[in-house]
Nanobody, 118 residues
Framework: QVQLVESGGELVQAGGSLRLSCTAS????????MGWFRQAPGKERKFVAS????????YYGDSMKGRFTISRDNAKNTVYLQMNSLKPEDTAVYYC???????????WGQGTQVTVSS
């Protein structure tokens, strides 16, 4: 089992920055990939970015690369999402997820709310 706890979401003005954190606990040695997703009200959950736990290889969703940067600190079992030049359309609940099966995301955090005001 892997437990994930996100933090860092808050209300921010358009153009501002936020850094989200997700700390994993439990069987962290089994983690293959960690990712960030977001879900805006009334919309489907959308892939933001992911990072390979072993070598730091990153992947980004469409239109995410450039303003968003995913990184990790293996010693702290933590993955970060740095978000810059935030826009009102970035408003969503941001979820952290971990894959151990390598075929899907097996564990999810509870989510952290990001609200960008115009």
């Amino acid at each position: 089992q892997v437990q994930l706890v996100e933090s860092g979401g808050e209300l921010v003005q358009a153009g501002g920055s936020l850094r989200l954190s997700c700390t994993a606990s439990g069987r962290t040695s089994s983690i293959y990939l960690m990712g960030w997703f977001r879900q805006a009200p009334g919309k489907e959950r959308k892939f933001v970015a992911s990072i390979r736990w072993s070598n730091g290889l990153t992947y980004y969703g469409d239109s995410m690369k450039g303003r968003f940067t995913i990184s990790r600190d293996n010693a702290k079992n933590t993955v970060y999402l740095q978000m810059n030049s935030l826009k009102p359309e970035d408003t969503a609940v941001y979820y952290c997820a971990a894959s151990v099966s390598q075929t899907e995301y097996d564990y999810w955090g509870q989510g952290t709310q990001v609200t960008v005001s115009s």
